[in-house]
């Protein structure tokens, strides 16, 4: 096959991701949650945060269904923001997210992999309530057209 | 395994008239192109035929009084007498060029739809439609507030026609159905269904996209009021489509357009409109393509549409042995015997896009998603398929390809 290991995107790192994700499943009392999907390929992520009063993200889960790139995409996001500053994830890019996802993606792909970047952007200003009912983002997000 | 030994076209020979087809793509991959429902690819013979038009004929149609001109009007107006033989439409006036099948059902929706359908009345069209036969009818259903209503179908695939019996009524003003499904590749009974409708009082649109580029159609024998089809699924360049319309129907039908051409006189006060075909054909109309359309049915009648379609029932029978071998595939639609060279697939645990991935390594073009068909896809449970498509230059060493890439992508999944 004409691919380097390096630029094949279902390299074993990716599916080690898909198969065996990180924090896949529910986190236990969330602040901050939120949902999108992809509906032309019907890719779903959810995302739940559970950040600290010093603004760090103690806990990231999600859980979804949708082809290896949103799923191992959203696995190595959860593994990534674990421990982070806000401040910083806000200004993880989505160039960044695609560098850290690794093999090089077709247009439509990088919208695959973008999903759970694009959930994590919103979750982080969609506070949970009491009840425990994630509302919407409490102010209008980040330009969410700038994934392509 | 091969349940299939010959095949009644000689596609090697065939592939040669078609450049793109001996692409090779990632280092070493022929190009395998299984997207022919999508869009087909087309022969020299259409790209020459456009070259040369370019070159030597071109000019406007219908206006000028200049050589030119003129020249470029016999070959447009050649265009709609190849096109009227091909589907036995009555009278050339009866065969409109638009920019596509979409403009072309859209046309009726708009200009049959909304001088003829009123508030409560009814709209038939089934599960299993590609989107430009159901949204435009949603959208008249919205501007008129007549009812949608849809023909369900089997759990085989096909159209329940005793549902269809029971939906039919005096407020049905028409019926809209795919004659071939773009997904599960159904054949549907169009003659049966024109003569329920009919029987009923109510027109039928044929969305004919998926099986005139593939089989004999015959739109009088049919017995249809409209059909639409695309040049692109036939050889033919794409902006340009076809709608086919019984002539008395053209003739009450207000202009959807308005412009150049679809008038008999303009004064300050208003207009009076031309006769079909010129009445739905405002402005330039796509010329070129048109004449690169008859181009391309010139092509497929030297082949025969009897036998392109057989090629491509064997083609599909042959992969749907082949990759029931390989665990896992769910097929989505008929058995090959009652459907067209469309199949459509899921493969169990791995997404279709992953799916339609792993097998562009392999060269193999094939479409992933929803197909433009996101009810039917709801209906059958499954967020998105896979489709390989099939015309008269794919062979059975291409169908074998399919099999082993789909055995790839099991592989490459398997821990899952």
């Known amino acids: ?148 | 395994m091969s349940i299939v030994e010959t095949l009644p076209l000689d596609a090697e020979t065939l592939r040669e008239d078609f450049p793109i087809l001996s692409t090779v793509i990632h280092g070493d991959r022929p190009l395998v192109y299984l997207d022919n429902a999508a869009t087909t690819q087309r022969p020299r013979q259409v790209i020459e035929k456009l070259v040369e038009v370019y070159e030597r004929q071109y000019a406007n149609v219908h206006r000028g009084i200049h050589w030119l001109s003129d020249h470029s009007t016999d070959l447009f107006e050649e265009a709609r007498e190849k096109v009227r033989s091909f589907i036995n439409a009555g009278s050339a006036p009866e065969v409109i060029f638009t920019t596509g099948c979409t403009m072309a059902i859209n046309l009726v929706a708009r200009s049959w739809g909304d001088a003829n359908v009123r508030a409560g009345d009814e709209i038939i069209i089934t599960e299993m439609e590609h989107h430009s036969n159901s949204v435009p009818w949603h959208q008249l259903a919205e501007r008129t507030g007549a009812v949608v209503r849809h023909i369900p179908i089997t759990e085989e695939g096909l159209l329940d026609l005793d549902a269809f019996d029971e939906l039919l009524n005096e407020r049905t003003r028409i019926v809209a159905v795919g004659a071939v499904s773009n997904v599960l590749g159904t054949i549907n009974p169009i003659g049966e269904i024109v003569r329920r409708a009919h029987d009923a009082g109510a027109l039928v649109l044929v969305d004919a996209a998926q099986s005139v580029p593939h089989d004999k159609s015959d739109v009088q024998a049919w017995g249809a009021d409209f059909v639409a089809f695309s040049g692109h699924k036939m050889l033919g360049p794409s902006g340009v489509g076809v709608l086919y319309g019984r002539l008395d129907l053209l003739e009450a039908m207000p202009p959807f357009l308005g412009g150049g051409s679809m008038i008999r006189r303009v004064t300050l006060e208003g207009f009076e409109p031309a006769d079909p075909p010129a009445k739905f054909e405002a402005g330039t109309p796509p010329i070129v393509p048109a004449i690169g359309l008859g181009a391309g049915i010139d092509y497929l009648e030297a082949i025969g549409l009897e036998k392109i379609h057989q090629h491509e029932q064997l083609l599909a029978a042959q992969a749907h042995a082949a990759m029931e071998q390989i665990g896992g595939v769910r097929f989505l639609g008929p058995a090959p015997d009652k459907k067209a060279g469309i199949i459509s697939f899921t493969l169990e645990g791995i997404h279709a896009h992953d799916v339609a991935q792993i097998l562009d390594r392999h060269g193999v073009a094939i479409r992933a998603g929803h197909h433009c068909a996101m009810p039917l896809h709801k209906r059958l449970g499954v967020v998105a398929s896979n489709r390989a498509s099939f015309y008269f230059y794919n062979t059975l060493d291409e169908v074998e390809i399919l099999a082993e890439a789909l055995q790839d992508a099991k592989r490459i999944f398997r821990r899952r």
């Open chain 1, 1 to 148: 096959m004409a691919f380097r290991d390096d630029e094949d995107i279902y390299q074993e790192h990716i599916l080690d991701h898909y198969e065996d994700p990180y924090h896949r499943g529910s986190c236990e009392h969330p602040t901050h949650m939120h949902e999108d999907d992809n509906p032309l390929c019907g890719d779903v992520v959810h995302v739940e945060l559970r950040i600290g009063p010093d603004r760090r993200v103690q806990e990231a889960w999600f859980a979804g269904e949708g082809c290896c790139i949103s799923q191992a995409s959203a696995s190595m996001l959860m593994e990534a923001i674990e421990g982070k500053q806000v401040d910083e994830l806000k200004r993880f890019s989505a160039e960044g997210m695609l560098t850290m996802f690794g093999p090089r993606l077709t247009p439509n792909r990088q919208k695959c992999c973008l999903l759970p970047w694009r959930v994590v952007q919103t979750a982080i200003h969609s506070p949970v309530d009491e009840n425990g009912n994630g509302g919407g983002p409490t102010f209008t997000g980040p330009d969410l057209g700038e994934e392509t």
